[in-house]
């Protein structure tokens, strides 16, 4: 029997609890951005996003294959890997900022506060959970006004070949109408994506217009830009 693969970094997917605040900062975003229109989050992970954007008075869908795991497993989940995220930092502090966390165990408690979140809004609004997965989501072209998605692709790149980023990269911009905003552009061991100008070539391909855009939030260093995506296609006259 071959050995299991060594992936680098943090290693295996795990379940990511961010904080309605944390989601603003990643992706540069106003209250007023996420009260507008229907905003898609995927994958969503058990981030208190989505009920911080149902508190505002705005219309968001999360997003998650874990979504398929019973809702009590799926919070005990997300809290071990919560943990689990939170010993890697302290195992690795030369990969972090601590300008937006004060330090690990303000990290643990804002992240641990975000399960809290997701674990009551996820309980009152069971349908706005939908349990899907990149590249195949069940959802009409340009459904959502604004798309964010965080912290799989770029992130995982040991999971997922170019290919596969291109196919989700194109999904996400597939259901926008407005703009699909991919965050962060590197990997937990603080190393770009080194196919990004490939990926925007077939973008642009696609017909999808793409800019790099900065951020005000690092946490992983080097981790303060985002891969800003135009939902409609351009067309040629």
Avoid: K
Avoid at 14 to 36: G, H, K, N, Q, S
Avoid at 96 to 115: E, I, K, N
């Amino acid at each position: 029997m071959s050995p299991p693969p060594a992936f680098r970094g943090l290693g295996d997917i795990i379940v990511t609890a961010r904080p309605f605040d944390e989601y603003l900062a990643m992706f540069d975003l106003a209250v007023a951005d996420v009260t507008v229109g229907a905003i898609l989050d995927c994958p969503a992970g058990a981030s208190g996003f989505a009920a911080g954007v149902r508190a505002m008075g705005g219309d968001v869908t999360a997003v998650d294959p874990a979504y398929c795991v019973p809702h009590d497993d799926l919070v005990a989940q997300a809290r071990r890997d919560t943990a689990f995220g939170n010993d890697y930092v302290a195992s690795n502090p030369h990969v972090y900022a601590w300008d937006f966390f004060r330090d690990l165990d303000d990290h643990l408690s804002r992240r641990m506060a975000a399960v809290d979140a997701f674990d009551r809004d996820r309980r009152q609004n069971p349908d706005q959970y939908v349990p899907a997965q990149l590249p195949e989501l069940p959802f009409a072209d340009n459904e959502f006004g604004l798309v964010v998605s965080s912290h799989l692709l770029f992130v995982y790149p040991d999971h997922f070949d170019r290919s596969a980023h291109a196919a989700g990269a194109l999904e996400l911009s597939r259901v926008a109408s407005g703009e699909a905003r991919i965050f962060p552009l590197v990997d937990t061991t603080m190393v770009r994506w080194p196919h990004l100008d490939e990926l925007r070539r077939d973008l642009a391909a696609a017909g999808h217009a793409s800019e790099i855009r900065r951020v005000p939030y690092e946490f992983i260093r080097g981790g303060d830009a985002m891969l800003v995506i135009d939902g409609l296609r351009a067309t040629t006259h």
